[in-house]
């Protein structure tokens, strides 16, 4: 009969719970739903809004309209809107909610600002228009009075959904100034006022690769390459100037200090940018865009990272690893020895000289360490046959896959000069280089870092 009872409970239980979900879960969501639908103040969708006007009190009227999906700035300049803005503004006015009415029948909505509002706020739906009053701010201060069209109902909005409409026209602006996918970019041109002047294009065969056209037996590392078109395409401006004028009487030596110039295949430009100091004030960088309406000036740090030669964009890896197959790390490091060994399970462990082993609890630093070599670049290279005999007093490094030995290095260990800036590197492939001393002590902490982090001891 136990059993019958234990399920009668079950059965009870199971009735008491749903009718909590039901009560307390889901008829409070449908509640709270209800009431947030009940105080929107505008039924449309954010892709229905197609026009939307700001006056904002004491500043010029921003005008904006969608042409084609994109929106565009007419008034108080003709320009490109900056989309994630302008979205992120209409998002807020459609799901815009009143914390609770104030006034049903406000006799003088000159008591609530909303004669003279701080802010009126427009926008075309189809051939329908509509208006939001936005007055003054309640005796808390956390929310403002405001009011739909000429109606005299007046409700509270929350200080923070205001603020997402009170934009001005600089925030709204594009300020990207160059926009463009890297794939439609076949030719990078930069040209420096001192006379520097780098050109780079994909191969014609193969569009991963980048070469010098006008030295072609150089390696060109892509991931530079990206990297510069990355920094030119999240180049912002930090504000906006006069309208464009007379370019010459713009920097401070008549043209700017650097020149960058995008084409696409078929060698149409797809960009021009043009950055320098400005005229009377060298502390302030000046930007003129192909693709903007009006002069911007921008942090000077984005010239530092664009190339001025092929060599600031050459591959100088000291050596190619897949890190993602490396299985096994056999280590001499500052006479200490022993192995990194992948597990069947995923983790990494740690293997002594005496056959000891114990499972690192953090095996997730042990693939950061093959990255450090993947982005190891040499400073110059050597004669490989400057490589000293093979002695315990190198350190070195083999890396092997399920396959065999991927790449072996070594370097001087605990008798080198640490005075030196670079410190010599030789590779299995029969290559001697010279690397920042930098690095390679970088490579070092983090080995030994590795070597000395805690045991799992679920699993060791």
């Known amino acids: ?270 960009g021009l940018l043009k950055i320098g100091r400005k005229k009377d004030d060298p502390e302030t960088y000046v930007a003129w865009s192909s693709q903007m309406s009006s002069l911007v000036s921008v942090d000077g740090s984005v010239l530092k990272d664009l190339p001025k030669t092929v060599r600031d964009v050459e591959d100088r890896s000291v050596a190619t690893l897949d890190s993602k197959s490396v299985t096994r790390v056999r280590y001499r490091l500052q006479g200490e020895m022993g192995e990194l060994v992948l597990q069947d399970d995923g983790k990494w462990a740690h293997v002594g000289p005496d056959g000891s082993r114990r499972v690192l609890k953090e095996s997730w630093r042990v693939r950061p360490l093959f990255w450090e070599w993947e982005d190891l670049e040499y400073e110059e290279k050597v004669s490989p046959d400057k490589q000293p005999p093979e002695d315990h007093s190198l350190n070195r490094l083999e890396f092997s896959g399920k396959d065999g030995m991927m790449l072996t290095v070594s370097w001087p260990g605990p008798n080198r000069d640490d005075t030196a800036e670079t410190i010599p590197l030789w590779t299995n492939p029969g290559e001697a280089y010279l690397v920042k001393a930098e690095k390679i002590k970088k490579i070092e902490r983090k080995i030994q870092d590795v070597l000395k982090s805690p045991s799992d001891k679920a699993s060791s």
Request: net charge negative.
């Open 1 to 270: 009969m136990k059993w019958r009872h234990t399920l009668i409970y079950v059965l009870v239980l199971g009735l008491l719970g749903g009718y909590y979900y039901y009560f307390e879960v889901v008829k409070k969501q449908q509640k709270d739903e209800a009431q947030r639908a009940k105080n929107r103040l505008f039924s449309i969708e954010v892709e229905a809004v197609e026009e939307v006007i700001l006056e904002g009190k004491g500043r010029s009227e921003v005008h904006l309209t969608k042409r084609d999906s994109l929106w565009v700035l007419d008034r108080p300049v003709r320009s490109e809107a900056d989309q994630s803005a302008v979205d992120t503004l209409v998002h807020a006015l459609v799901q815009l909610e009143k914390s609770r009415d104030v006034d049903e029948a406000a006799k003088d909505p000159g008591v609530y600002g909303l004669t003279e509002p701080d802010l009126v706020v427009r926008f075309r739906s189809g051939e329908s228009w509509q208006r939001l009053r936005i007055g003054a701010k309640n005796p808390t201060g956390e929310s403002r009075y405001a009011a739909r069209g000429d109606e005299n109902t007046v409700f509270l909005l929350a200080a923070g959904s205001v603020d997402a409409l009170n934009k001005g026209l600089d925030e709204l602006r594009r300020r990207d100034l160059l926009a463009f996918e890297d794939d439609e970019i076949h030719r990078l041109t930069v040209t420096w006022a001192d006379g520097h002047r780098l050109v780079l294009a994909r191969d014609e065969k193969d569009k991963d690769i980048w070469r010098c056209p006008e030295d072609p037996e150089r390696r060109v590392k892509r991931t530079k390459v990206d990297g510069i078109l990355n920094q030119i395409r999240w180049a912002r401006a930090k504000s906006f100037l006069d309208e464009l004028g007379e370019q010459s009487s713009l920097w401070s030596r008549g043209d700017p200090d650097v020149q960058v110039a995008l084409e696409g295949s078929d060698g149409s430009e797809r």
